[in-house]
């Protein structure tokens, strides 16, 4: 059996008028929303204004949101978030290069009134806030037997994981291009996936689990090829 690791890992106007006469209403256009989750042992401003867990932060025409975190300790330091609005959807997921006791970040959303949902935390202080991911699975079962350590996954089943987990894919053809891929997301912006393909009878491929504070959901297809 081969075992393969994947890991997962807005300034614009309202013109109105006619001719030549042209007037910009920032104000109006873009006022988005944006609700923050702010991890334990984090101080965080936002455009200046000190924000606290749970709070809806409401953003000027410029739709820029100029972050500063303080840290009670040493750690990386992660800022993930999505914003939607009727025609767009943005995400934006960044994380500090190396343990820091504070950082500056700055999104920039794109043109358009949005409501969204940001996360700042530290790997450290919040390791314990991981959230479940729930995949819905595209399974060939003529071709394939896809199990974990909570049995048998069949076409159509919707598994949640919690945690890092191992999903094993056995061939029912013998010898053959095995192969697996999905993808996730929540609404922090978070995201991950994996996809592998093996020439084999049998794989075992580990789902790590990136995802904080909020549920992910995706999808994810198992299939077989014979060997040619």
């Not at 075992?3 to 042209?22: D, E, F, L, S």
């Not at 609700?35 to 867990?53: A, F, H, K, W």
């Not at 343990?99 to 450290?124: H, M």
């Not at 909570?150 to 994981?161: L, R």
Request: charged share 20%.
């Amino acid at each position: 059996m081969r075992t393969t690791t994947i890991m997962a890992v807005i300034v614009a106007a309202a013109v109105i008028g006619a001719a030549a006469t042209i007037y910009f209403l920032p104000g109006i256009y873009n006022e988005s929303k944006t609700t923050v989750i702010v991890g334990s042992g984090l101080t965080v401003t936002i455009n200046g204004e000190e924000v606290t867990d749970g709070q809806e932060f409401v953003l000027d025409g410029k739709n820029v949101l100029d972050i500063h975190v303080e840290s009670a300790l040493e750690s990386q330091i992660r800022v993930s978030g999505k914003w939607t609005s009727d025609m767009k959807t943005f995400t934006k997921d960044d994380v500090t290069a190396s343990p820091v006791s504070s950082a500056d970040f700055s999104i920039q959303l794109k043109n358009g009134k949005y409501t969204g949902k940001l996360a700042i935390f530290d790997t450290i202080s919040n390791g314990s806030d991981l959230a479940p991911i729930e995949l819905k699975f595209t399974v060939d079962e003529s071709k394939v037997k896809v199990s974990w350590s909570g049995g048998e996954i069949k076409d159509g089943d919707t598994v949640t994981f919690t945690g890092d987990t191992y999903v094993t894919v056995e061939s029912k053809i013998g010898r053959a291009d095995l192969s697996l891929s999905g993808s996730w997301s929540n609404d922090c912006g978070m995201s991950g996936g994996a996809s592998q393909t093996e020439l084999c009878e049998s794989m075992s491929v580990q789902i790590l689990d990136t995802i904080f504070f909020d549920k992910a959901y995706g999808t994810m297809k198992v299939t077989a090829t014979p060997e040619k």
